[in-house]
């Protein structure tokens, strides 16, 4: 009995030296080396914590109707974490008939029990059907994409190649607001390489950037770059440049610049930004207004045209400077002539009436020699040198006929907006809203006054001036339509290159402003060194032919409704100015439907055969007919819904679709 009662007293002894024991190892372990032993459970079960970067949705960038320009679309890159995977034969066959994978490399990497990674990257309706799998982990990449193609790609810009941040055009402008902001993600990566979302982390949520809409129209983009285009190779020019602008408030519909690269390609460009060109004949509208503001000259006050030659004088120790010009003026010739006939010798002795200082000053006004203001990057002020460095009596009549500075397309476009606007300069603008993702309106560009240049009876002088220059008897007679005038001015400057003017070689341009009774828009066209070389036989009919695109398409760039009253045009096929006649073409006059208050015609219409033709010119075509179009894809009409040789009623819709290749 008392040994039993030992035994029983020793092993309760035992346990609780044990109970003791256990209770002390507790407390050490969970109290006084805590830190110690969660820090060793957190290394043996993950290898790192990440933190990672949730890209934002970079913001659109559309033109003025809304037409995608340059957009963001969501791509995806595949984790396949093949541990979580309840159904690996399922999710391989998926994986294999949608992403293209082999079967071997994925039982493969099934086998091994490790991640499997697709690059790809793959479209929401590749990975469509893996979104409800286990294991399969999408992480969204956005790439940008051109819609449009090539339509205003060097206004658009682009992005640097390896990160998302604009390096060139509005791309660039408005980065920081189409950039957004990204957000951010934390999750563990354990020792066998899974990924998990780390719970209790915070999530911050990436905010897409905003939409940018632009003045731009996309159809009179496609009109300036594909006319462009054609007059560059009709006249066998280097290059050239051409704007459209809303007179009445500085928009920039369509601005596009072309020019030839070493291998003969045509390649697009923003030199209507960026590279000042001599403006020639146009600039003598500006020497004008300076005579009418300060009253210079007496009403019909005339100079000599001194028989299309003449010796200006210098000074007793330099010879006399040679004017010439091409046509021959036998009699006096007022201001309103001068311009009208484009008499360097007329407007060179007219400046002589105004200090160098008030040309200066004038041609600053107007806006060259500073920047626009308008939104793309690296603009050119232009070229305009100050007063006291001008050489005396040569200088003065140099700036009256167009030379010794230089201007932008867009500026001249600015500028010949102000007569057009009865005196007040707007500050050109590619920028009309700026709107949230949610589509709300964040910003609105209003029309903004730079300063009143001119009074508005000198501007409606000025317009007259330009009606007379592009009348039958001026040198911008090719640019008339058949039942709505257009004002302008052409322009033909030596080309300066190699510190030199260069014999036989040409800048050709012609400033136009639509119509004349109400003006809306205002045209910039100029061509580089083309064949012919007057801005009246290149030039002009360039505009001409671009304005009756215009006026045929579906656009509502021009308001149809105010050409009605206009009184009627002088014909395309008027006598041109002797100054400028050289072998052309036939110039084909369209009869349009200009006048909205018309009754509608209600022939049916044969469709024509477009397949074959660039979109441009088939919508033309179509337009023409009085149809309407609707256009899928770019390039090279392939076929049309309904096919050629059906009878349509007028305002039917065919829909066109293209392609790069047939």
């Given amino acids: 009995m008392a040994r039993s009662t030992a035994r029983i007293a020793t092993l309760q002894f035992g346990l609780t030296v044990g109970f003791l024991v256990v209770i002390g190892r507790a ?40 037409t995608p320009l340059a957009l963001s679309q969501t791509f995806y890159h595949v984790d396949i974490a093949f541990p979580q995977v309840r159904d690996t034969t399922e999710l391989i066959r998926q994986v294999t008939q949608h992403l293209g994978v082999s079967v071997a490399r994925l039982r493969s990497a099934s086998r091994s029990r490790r991640d499997y990674y697709l690059h790809g990257p793959y479209t929401e309706e590749d990975i469509l059907t893996l979104r409800p799998l286990r294991g399969v982990r999408l992480r969204p990449v956005f790439l940008r994409q051109y819609p ?67 003045t731009l129209d996309a159809e009179l983009q496609s009109i300036a770059e594909t006319g462009l285009a054609d007059a560059i190779k009709e006249f066998d020019a280097r290059g050239g440049d051409v704007v459209f602008v809303e007179a009445r408030t500085g928009d920039v519909l369509a601005a596009a610049s072309l020019t030839h690269g070493e291998d003969g390609a045509l390649r697009a460009g923003v030199s209507m930004f960026s590279a000042p ?8 509208l500006f020497t004008a207004a300076a005579l009418l503001s300060l009253d210079r000259i007496e009403s019909g006050k005339t100079v000599s045209g001194e028989n299309g030659r003449w010796a200006m004088p210098v000074s007793s120790r330099r010879p006399p400077r040679i004017i010439e010009d091409t046509h021959v003026e036998h009699e006096p010739l007022t201001l309103e002539r001068a311009v009208q006939v484009s008499s360097n010798i007329a407007m060179a002795k007219f400046s002589q009436f105004l200090t160098s200082e008030e040309q200066y000053e004038m041609l600053r006004d107007f806006g060259f020699g500073s920047m626009s203001g308008i939104e793309f990057p690296g603009e050119s002020p232009g070229r305009l040198t100050f007063p006291d460095r001008w050489t005396p009596n040569i ?68 317009r007259r001036f330009l009606g007379e220059a592009a009348g039958e008897s001026g040198t911008g007679s090719r640019v008339q339509l058949h039942n709505v005038r257009v004002l302008g001015k052409t322009g033909t400057a030596r080309l300066f290159e190699l510190g030199s003017y260069q014999r036989g070689k040409f800048t050709a341009s012609f ?78 006059v369209l009869t349009l439907p200009y006048d909205s208050t018309q009754p509608p015609v209600r022939t049916p219409v044969t469709l024509i055969d477009v397949t074959g033709l660039n979109t441009r010119l088939a919508v033309f075509r179509l337009h023409r007919l009085g149809l309407r179009v609707q256009l899928v894809g770019n390039g090279t ?26």
């Fill in 637 to 662: 009409v392939r076929r049309s819904a309904p096919s050629a040789g059906a009878v349509l009623r007028p305002g039917a819709t065919v829909t066109l679709f293209a392609g790069t290749s047939p």
């Fill in 395 to 462: 200088s003065g009549p140099s700036h009256a006929i167009g030379y010794e500075f230089g201007v932008t397309a867009v500026q001249l476009a600015a500028a010949y907006g102000a007569i057009a606007n009865d005196g007040v300069l707007l500050a050109p603008s590619l920028l009309k809203e700026i709107r949230d993702p949610d589509g709300r309106v964040r910003y609105r560009h209003e029309p903004e006054v730079v300063r009143r240049v001119v009074s508005s009876g000198v501007a409606k002088q000025l």
């Fill in 27 to 66: 407390i050490q372990v969970q109290i006084r080396e805590h830190d110690r032993w969660v820090a060793a459970g957190e290394q043996g079960r993950t290898r790192r914590i990440q933190t990672m970067v949730l890209p934002a949705h970079r913001g659109a960038i559309v033109d003025r109707h809304g």
């Fill in 511 to 588: 400033a136009g402003i639509f119509p004349a009774e109400d003006p809306q828009l205002v045209v910039i066209t100029k061509l580089v060194n083309p064949r012919g070389g007057f801005g009246g036989l290149t030039a002009a009919p360039l505009t001409r032919r671009m304005l009756e695109e215009v006026l045929a398409a579906r656009a509502s760039a021009v308001d149809r409704r105010s050409l009605a009253g206009g009184r009627a045009a002088v014909e395309s096929g008027s006598r041109a100015n002797p100054s400028e006649t050289a072998t052309t073409e036939p110039i084909q």
């Fill in 277 to 284: 060109f001599e403006p020639g004949s146009t600039a003598k």
């Fill in 148 to 214: 449009s193609g090539g339509l205003a790609r060097p206004v658009v810009g682009s992005l640097h190649p390896d990160s998302s941040f604009g390096i060139s055009g509005l791309e660039r402008s408005f980065d920081s607001l189409l950039a957004g902001q990204a957000g951010e993600a934390v999750r563990i990566r354990d020792r066998g390489g899974r990924l998990y979302d780390s719970p209790g982390r915070r999530l911050r949520k990436p905010v897409p950037g905003v939409t940018i809409w632009l």
